[in-house]
């Protein structure tokens, strides 16, 4: 028995909500280190009032690491420091640093602990972004998109531009989940 037009939009309309949906409530990075080595992966995950963000990462320097949302979604130039991911994401202009009475920007993130075998796994939250701009949070899924950049040392959460982050050693475009 054919479908008439209606019901086949109908059923149509049943199967294509709930994947826009998903698309905007998680999203995955595949980080990179220079010349594209595979780091592993960071997943965000949209909550009420911000963003659950997991890395799961190897290979790595030990130590102390800043982690940013930088504004621009490319990983392209990983043979030149990721400089094409541009400065944070920082739509309100605000100073940089989470201790920043004039801050933060809306890329700021806590530091990352790598251990001596070179990786880390960590899960924290930040309630300065959003996947897409709910609350009126800073929009990382945004027509540039966005990328999750590992530096060489710790941000000291008040240096201006990047907490004294120093060089760019990892960089994960950020894409909604499918
Ligand atoms: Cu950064």
Redesign the pocket.
Known sequence: MMLRPKSLAAAMALILAPLAASAAEKASADIVGAGGKPLGTATLVEAPTGVLVRVDLRGLPPGDK???I?AVGTCADHDHGFVASKS?LNPQGRKHGLKNPDGPDA?DLPNLRVHSDGTVLAEFFTTLASLTGKGGRAAVLDGDGAAL?I?ANPDDHMTQP?GG?GP?IGCGVVKAAQ
Do not use: Y
């Open positions: 800043a982690i940013h930088h944070h890329g950049v530096h990047i982050a760019r």
